[in-house]
């Protein structure tokens, strides 16, 4: 759908699916991009193009990244299936549904935290009301 996009995956999390078809994981939808010349493949945590960084967070699913854009004075942060949506942020709860609950609880905590105090605006894939959250600079 994107024929000039570049994309970047975790090289980890993309063997774990390969190894573990599931209904997150349907491989039809994601082995394409393994011929596409515009994949780069990811390990740990790291930075692309200087402003967009990366971290391995583990606990949406055993190598789960989130990513962090810093651009002057601006952060934006896409927690994915971590922080999918304004309301989990906000609760205190484990979904069932994550690798390890625990983890996520706390790393939505750290990161709401976190957030107010450094001013980040929150993008949330899954939030139909609030897909985008700008904290009260």
């Known amino acids: 759908a994107f024929e000039n996009a570049e994309y ?4 980890n999390e993309w063997a774990y699916a390969l190894e ?5 994981y349907k ?4 082995l394409l991009l393994e011929r596409y010349s515009k994949t780069n493949f990811l390990e740990g945590d790291g930075v ?3 402003y967009i960084y990366y ?20 952060i934006v942060f896409f927690g994915a299936d971590v922080a999918p949506q304004l309301m989990q942020m906000k609760n205190k709860f484990k979904a069932k549904y994550d ?10 905590q750290k990161w709401w935290k976190q957030g107010q105090e450094e001013n980040w605006d929150f993008l949330f894939y899954h939030d139909l009301k609030s897909p ?5 600079r």
């Open 27 to 30: 491989r039809d939808n994601f």
């Open 48 to 50: 692309i193009d200087d």
């Open 99 to 108: 690798y390890d609950g625990q983890k996520s609880m706390e790393l939505r």
């Open 20 to 24: 573990n078809e599931s209904l997150s």
């Open 55 to 74: 971290e391995v967070s583990g606990a949406h699913s055993p190598y789960h990244q989130v990513f962090k854009i810093v651009e002057n004075d601006e």
């Open 132 to 136: 985008v959250f700008k904290i009260d």
């Open 8 to 11: 970047y995956v975790n090289k």
